[in-house]
């Protein structure tokens, strides 16, 4: 006897599909499987019977970000490169990239970069990283500020005004951004941000 109880109604299901999708390198249908698995384990009442379910589903959640991050670690999209992509936005969505993959995050982040050619005013790679990482739900302090400094490094100002919208940035981190570098577009994202108006301390930073 193991002693935990049934897993809730469609786990099971729900992780098989998501293994079926992941064998056959279909990554973004397996991060949606694995994903509804998780929180399916996630409803149930009882404390230590969620996290024994929960953690299978974790488990195969690590090996597909590792696979979509370093394809050579596990199992490659048997379809083009923005399937990979899909699957890792898919997981930012549901709050799984940035609980499990430090790593991860930071290299997205160190693929942030200005335009190769000014031309063009984007940068395929750095664009659906930006994407994944602004899809990311939750993203802490250290994180934010990491994007921040890259986004500095790389002079991407108007980046850093859709950085500051992120629905999980506090006045801290706005007054941290403003520290860091006190640009136009933030300055004008943030006077025009009621949530940001709210806050005294913000309102003084501005003026």
């Known amino acids: 006897m193991s002693g935990f109880g ?8 729900a992780l098989h599909t998501g293994d079926c999708a992941y064998s056959r390198g279909l990554l973004a249908s ?3 499987w694995y994903s509804q698995a998780y929180d ?10 969620a996290r024994h379910w929960t953690a299978k589903a974790a488990m195969r959640l690590d090996l597909l970000a590792a696979s979509c991050f ?15 992509w899909a ?8 709050r799984h990239l940035t609980w499990y993959c430090t790593a991860g995050i930071l290299y997205l982040v160190g693929m942030l970069r200005r335009p190769s050619d000014p031309r063009t005013g984007s940068d395929e790679e750095s664009d659906l990283a930006w994407g994944v990482l602004l ?4 993203l802490v302090a250290p994180v934010f500020a990491e ?18 919208l992120h629905p999980a940035a506090t006045a801290d981190i706005w007054l941290a951004m403003l520290k860091r570098w006190r640009t136009p577009d933030l300055v004008h994202t943030l006077w025009e941000m009621p949530r940001a108006m709210e806050d005294v301390r913000i309102r003084a930073a501005l003026r």
Request: aromatic share 2%.
């Open 87 to 94: 699957a890792l936005r898919t997981l930012a969505e549901r």
């Open 6 to 13: 049934d897993p809730p109604p469609g786990f099971r299901d």
């Open 40 to 49: 399916l384990g996630c409803d149930l009442k009882d404390d230590r019977n």
């Open 147 to 164: 994007i921040d400094l890259q986004l500095i490094a790389e002079e991407m100002h108007r980046h850093r005004a859709e950085l500051a």
């Open 135 to 138: 899809a990311c739900r939750p």
């Open 70 to 84: 370093e394809p050579r670690l596990g199992k490659s999209s048997s379809r083009d490169d923005a399937d990979r």
């Open 30 to 32: 397996a991060a949606a």
